[in-house]
């Protein structure tokens, strides 16, 4: 998992419980306060008042009732304001089952509407879906300007992530290999089905046209290689471009720039492109005994015949380091604080370096701080993500990095805290020389949301015989999706389940720890919440259903 998506927290695995069917909040399933489980309620509140007033929707010859609860959620509100709250009322599991419980009744119901098809009456696929019919209550504010383009539509998951936006006033548009008519029956009429293949970059241009959000649902139908690379590698970078390509052309058509654009700082493609980068080198501490016997350091960058350039040399000096450094110039009116990190495309010989900015104002740099962010490379060509926020002080007691007060770069190599990397093959390896392949530094944008939704997986539940191949490919495509400048959320669900959903309270974490299940339609669920909140852009996570830790491994709750 790469470093710039992961939490802060990662030695506790991470719980947080939220109910189906409401959009989410900066106080949903995305916080950062960590308390530790102390008890497990086991009586669930009563669900709705049977005297409720009912409405009823016929669906496939079932008739589903939805309850009206409106005013049993004001009595609630009311109840909870003037109840004293103990300590088993601000358990975390508590509350989360609660929430679930309270709203059970009303979610068995809609969730049944998953099973909507094409052989409904279009007249009732109307009414709910246009006409603000008995589903108008779960409508979110501006969904009907925004286009979710869904890639995989006819999966598991993606069957049911169609109807959910439909029923919540989305246009959707629906990526299709073939539209035969099994095809066409899976899918409610209201649904722009377009056909394309992911694999083939030519056919996703009609596809992307007017979309503003995806959600990637799409898997590999069997465990071949070509297969893997082509769906959930390929097809993911793909997608990614052709979305990138058209924001670009809307940008230019209105004589701007797309927001979603990534600011390119520095690209070495010649001589000339090194103009202004200083190799440097120093040390943190002079020790007088030690420095006859050191063999030096050194370091140069040039531009090779090969056409790279290359960063390398060695630190043989006890606390000796080396540097490249360079003042930055960004295009006029560009500033980096509409961005909210950096991404580098390098290669070489798997070393980690320190990359440093310096923030203050220009006209007087004596003024500046220094932050400073750890970069990990590996042997061979790689694109290394890093977020303004991930920088720390070098003083501790200066403030928070600002971007917009940045004006100079520096990359230093040091010999200390190095480790050899895994594709070195038990060849010894001499951890104080380096070698750094630059091809580009750019700046990634920053937004409000979530642009693409990918849904991964964690591995478990796959054969062990296929698990690695799978996982790889899997990896890769999350790795195109995050250097593609797009805000990004990916959901690696547990083994999926076919069941309603809404019924059980969900685990998040981190650290391919989780083994337990999921329901399709809280899959669902979780992509639909993450298209419009500002805490889901930019994360990663695992998924699944509530379980009991073993003995001396309780879980943590993630709450807000």
């Given at each position: 998992?790469?470093?710039?998506?992961?939490?802060?927290?990662?030695?506790?695995?991470?719980?947080?419980?939220?109910?189906?069917?409401?959009?989410?909040?900066?106080?949903?399933?995305?916080?950062?306060?960590?308390?530790?489980?102390?008890?497990?309620?086991?009586?669930?509140?009563?669900?709705?008042?049977?005297?409720?007033?009912?409405?009823?929707?016929?669906?496939?010859?079932?008739?589903?009732?939805?309850?009206?609860?409106?005013?049993?959620?004001?009595?609630?509100?009311?109840?909870?304001?003037?109840?004293?709250?103990?300590?088993?009322?601000?358990?975390?599991?508590?509350?989360?089952?609660?929430?679930?419980?309270?709203?059970?009744?009303?979610?068995?119901?809609?969730?049944?509407?998953?099973?909507?098809?094409?052989?409904?009456?279009?007249?009732?696929?109307?009414?709910?879906?246009?006409?603000?019919?008995?589903?108008?209550?779960?409508?979110?504010?501006?969904?009907?300007?925004?286009?979710?383009?869904?890639?995989?539509?006819?999966?598991?998951?993606?069957?049911?992530?169609?109807?959910?936006?439909?029923?919540?006033?989305?246009?959707?548009?629906?990526?299709?290999?073939?539209?035969?008519?099994?095809?066409?029956?899976?899918?409610?009429?209201?649904?722009?089905?377009?056909?394309?293949?992911?694999?083939?970059?030519?056919?996703?241009?009609?596809?992307?046209?007017?979309?503003?959000?995806?959600?990637?649902?799409?898997?590999?139908?069997?465990?071949?290689?070509?297969?893997?690379?082509?769906?959930?590698?390929?097809?993911?970078?793909?997608?990614?471009?052709?979305?990138?390509?058209?924001?670009?052309?809307?940008?230019?058509?209105?004589?701007?720039?797309?927001?979603?654009?990534?600011?390119?700082?520095?690209?070495?493609?010649?001589?000339?492109?090194?103009?202004?980068?200083?190799?440097?080198?120093?040390?943190?501490?002079?020790?007088?005994?030690?420095?006859?016997?050191?063999?030096?350091?050194?370091?140069?960058?040039?531009?090779t015949e090969t056409g790279n350039a290359v960063f390398e040399g060695y630190v043989f000096t006890r606390g000796g380091y080396v540097e490249l450094s360079k003042k930055l110039t960004l295009p006029l009116g560009s500033t980096l604080d509409r961005y909210e990190g950096l991404i580098l495309s390098v290669g070489g010989n798997g070393r980690s370096f320190i990359l440093i900015l310096e923030a203050g104002p220009s006209a007087d740099t004596s003024q500046s701080k220094m932050y400073f962010a750890r970069m990990t490379t590996k042997v061979g060509f790689c694109r290394v993500r890093l977020p303004f926020s991930s920088f720390r002080p070098v003083k501790p007691d200066d403030p928070p990095l600002d971007p917009f007060l940045i004006h100079t770069l520096t990359i230093r190599f040091e010999p200390r805290r190095q480790r050899a990397p895994e594709a070195s093959s038990g060849i010894k390896q001499d951890l104080r020389s380096f070698k750094l392949i630059m091809e580009y530094i750019k700046a990634l944008p920053t937004g409000p949301e979530t642009d693409f939704v990918l849904v991964s997986c964690t591995g478990s539940g796959i054969e062990p015989s296929r698990r690695e191949q799978v996982l790889k490919a899997k990896r890769a495509g999350e790795d195109s999706l995050r250097r593609s400048g797009l805000g990004y959320t990916i959901v690696r669900p547990g083994p999926l389940q076919e069941e309603p959903g809404g019924q059980r309270a969900l685990i998040f974490d981190q650290g391919n720890r989780i083994s337990q299940g999921i329901s399709c339609a809280d899959v669902a669920d979780i992509c639909v919440k993450a298209l419009h909140d500002s805490s889901a852009r930019n994360k990663s996570f695992d998924v699944c259903y509530e379980y009991m830790a073993e003995q001396g491994k309780e879980l943590y709750e993630l709450v807000c």
């Open positions: 998992m790469a470093t710039a998506t992961a939490l802060h927290h990662h030695h506790h695995l991470h719980v947080q419980k939220w109910r189906p069917g409401s959009s989410l909040s900066s106080s949903d399933f995305f916080g950062v306060s960590l308390i530790p489980t102390s008890s497990t309620p086991n009586n669930y509140p009563s669900g709705a008042n049977a005297g409720e007033k009912r409405r009823i929707i016929s669906c496939q010859n079932n008739n589903e009732d939805i309850v009206d609860d409106r005013k049993q959620q004001q009595q609630l509100q009311q109840k909870s304001k003037s109840m004293t709250l103990g300590l088993d009322d601000v358990n975390p599991v508590g509350l989360g089952r609660k929430s679930r419980q309270i709203f059970d009744e009303v979610w068995k119901k809609f969730s049944g509407l998953g099973q909507i098809s094409r052989t409904i009456d279009e007249s009732l696929d109307t009414v709910l879906i246009r006409e603000g019919g008995p589903m108008c209550e779960f409508t979110i504010p501006g969904a009907q300007n925004t286009t979710v383009l869904v890639i995989g539509a006819t999966s598991r998951i993606g069957r049911i992530v169609v109807r959910k936006l439909m029923l919540r006033g989305y246009n959707v548009k629906a990526l299709v290999r073939k539209a035969d008519q099994e095809v066409i029956d899976m899918l409610p009429r209201s649904v722009e089905i377009v056909i394309g293949d992911v694999g083939e970059p030519s056919t996703l241009r009609d596809a992307i046209q007017g979309c503003n959000k995806i959600i990637y649902c799409a898997t590999a139908r069997s465990t071949i290689t070509g297969d893997l690379i082509r769906v959930d590698h390929q097809g993911v970078y793909n997608i990614t471009k052709a979305f990138q390509d058209y924001n670009n052309k809307l940008a230019q058509l209105r004589a701007g720039k797309s927001s979603k654009s990534k600011l390119l700082l520095a690209k070495f493609k010649s001589e000339e492109s090194l103009d202004g980068w200083e190799v440097r080198q120093g040390t943190y501490f002079q020790d007088v005994v030690a420095t006859k016997y050191d063999g030096g350091m050194d370091a140069k960058f040039e531009f």
